[in-house]
């Protein structure tokens, strides 16, 4: 115990470490909060202040960070932008037919800089070639349009 007085500022460099290593393996962040609290008692050692001191400050600072920094990492952590992935992310935008669509053969679109298969959603309609349509779903290789008006001027 006279080490641990006698070089108090490396024991609580130690705990830091041992606490960030350990953080690695849980990734909850509650460790990390507890590390930064032991780098705090580490500055109290540096800096001379009694042991209880330094003990109260390493505590302090690791309720506040567990109480006012992790809600925030985390809410950042696991929000992020919404990502449309594979064909998935056509669903809404438009394309111009190349190949007539009928509701009893399909036709071809080109939409995204790719030519596709085309059906209409509508099964009565007749899209013909030139025509602006609106990818409404995606099913296995074939998308489901549906016409868009557009202004003629």
Do not use: C
Not at 26 to 41: E, N, Q
């Amino acid at each position: 115990m006279d080490w641990i007085r006698d070089h108090l500022w490396e024991t609580w460099l130690a705990l830091s470490i041992a606490l960030g290593v350990a953080e690695m393996f849980s990734l909850d962040l509650i460790l990390a909060m507890l590390a930064a609290g032991a780098v705090i008692g580490m500055v109290a050692a540096l800096i001379g202040l009694p042991v209880v001191a330094q003990i109260l400050l390493a505590l302090a600072a690791s309720v506040a960070a567990l109480a006012l920094v992790r809600p925030t990492v985390l809410k950042q952590l696991h929000s992020g932008p919404e990502l449309s992935l594979g064909h998935g992310k056509l669903v809404g935008t438009r394309g111009t037919v190349t190949e007539e669509i009928t509701g009893l053969s399909a036709g071809r679109i080109k939409a995204g800089g790719e030519t596709w298969t085309a059906l209409p959603y509508d099964e009565n309609l007749r899209i013909t070639a030139g025509e602006t349509v609106e990818i409404l779903q995606i099913k296995g290789a074939t998308a489901y349009v549906h016409p868009v008006a557009t202004l003629e001027s």
